[in-house]
């Protein structure tokens, strides 16, 4: 019953973030994108999806430091809790380090023979760019043990506090677009950085105050290091994935059609993951009881917990999802000054490759808490990646800018019985 109220009590903190989050992020995107215009903003997209395909490193460290730490209170070792803490810090210093320099490597590159970023940004602007995108995954990196502490030990409310902290701090960013003069771009993404700077600090600061795992002690354990390097590289199959599916279809949208199309897609992936945030309070409330109840050998509860979770998340994100499907025209027209062409259409699939997922949500943390990975990981990543392939040789054909999207949705689907063969 407790575990139960638990999960009721951080989903309603989750869906007041959300909610708040949400109805910021509504009016942020709108002035972002009067402020930048079309042209700058889809600069600003595909320089920033450029970097986020690195960031498939973070998402497997977060889920390991998260599986790693939740088990570990799971079993109520607190010892254990503060070595996996502070091997996971170690971990991801070291990991940033080489992942800021392999996107100022590549980037650099890319940027000079590849991105297509028109007449209007100048190259010193998009390079700035991508410094200070990097530095800001860097820094997220960094963050990734405390926030992950913080879900562990189920202190949803300041996970959302800082989350709506951080929409206003971006909000009001958004509103000093149209005061400052010149050179918006450059103002922008070093005003981000900061405010990525200032949240990563936040988050610190609390676990610190609240969490005595959190004390940062230095050790080196190779057994830990051996065993968490080992779910973090099968893990990155997933967070790889993961990067083709959502920047890699931004990087061909750009080859094949340019900036503007970029601006189309970063308004859709911005309405997708404010719809998709609505689902993901369930998935973070019920997640760490999944991995806690694994650790403890309670597999009825955690079973209940899969099933209920996964149907919950369907039955939510078609609620939300459906009403704005059909009305998407009406909507994007009432939110913003000047709709980027195609926008609804994309929109629209977006939003379909996010149903298609949600049935198999709670899926991966069971597969995950136990530990063995390795086949799973394998099988579905494999297979998710062979979109593309398929991908490229359809546009040989038919140019036409919604066929990536359409036929990843196809294979996702496909893919949802892979994860329920090996979950049963």
Known sequence: MKKTQTIAKNTIFLYIRSIVSLIIQLITSRLVLKGLGVEEFGVYQVIGGLVTMFAFFNTSLSSSTQRFITYAIGKNDINQTRKVFSMSINLHLILSIIIFLLIEFFGYWFLSNKI???????????????????????????????????????????????????????MILAFSLSIVTGKHLIYYASMMLLITIFIRFLYSYICKR??????????????????????????????????????????????????????????????????????????????PQITKSYAQNNFGYMNLLVFSGAKLSLILILLISVPVILEINFLLNIW?????????????????????????????????????????????????????????????????????????????????????????
């Open 116 to 170: 297509n970023i028109g007449n209007n940004v100048s190259y010193n602007t998009a390079y700035f760019i991508l410094h200070c995108t990097a530095l800001s995954l860097v820094v997220t990196i960094n963050s990734v043990p405390y926030n992950s502490l913080l879900i562990s030990k189920e202190e949803m409310k300041y996970f959302a506090y800082i989350d709506i902290l951080g929409a206003f701090l971006k």
């Open 210 to 287: 609240k969490f005595t795992e959190s004390k940062y002690i230095f050790l080196w354990d190779n057994q830990l290091f051996k065993d968490m390097s080992g779910f973090i590289t099968w893990t990155s199959l997933s967070a790889l994935s993961y990067m083709f599916r959502t920047q890699g279809i931004g990087l061909i949208l750009n080859v094949f059609w340019g900036p503007v199309l970029n601006a189309a897609q970063g308004i859709a992936s911005q309405v997708n993951g404010a719809v998709k945030t609505f689902t993901q309070n369930f998935q973070i409330s019920f997640n």
């Open 336 to 424: 913003l000054i000047k709709v980027p062409p195609h926008t609804s259409i994309l929109v629209v699939l977006v939003l379909i490759e996010s149903i298609v997922l949600t049935y198999s949500c709670t899926s991966n943390t069971a597969i995950r808490a136990t530990g063995k990975i390795r086949t799973f990981e394998l099988t579905y990543n494999i297979f998710i990646l062979l979109a593309f392939p398929a991908i490229y040789i359809v546009l040989k054909y038919y140019q036409l800018y919604y066929i990536p999207l359409l036929i990843l949705i196809i294979f996702e689907f496909l893919s949802v019985f892979i994860k329920f063969y090996y979950l049963k």
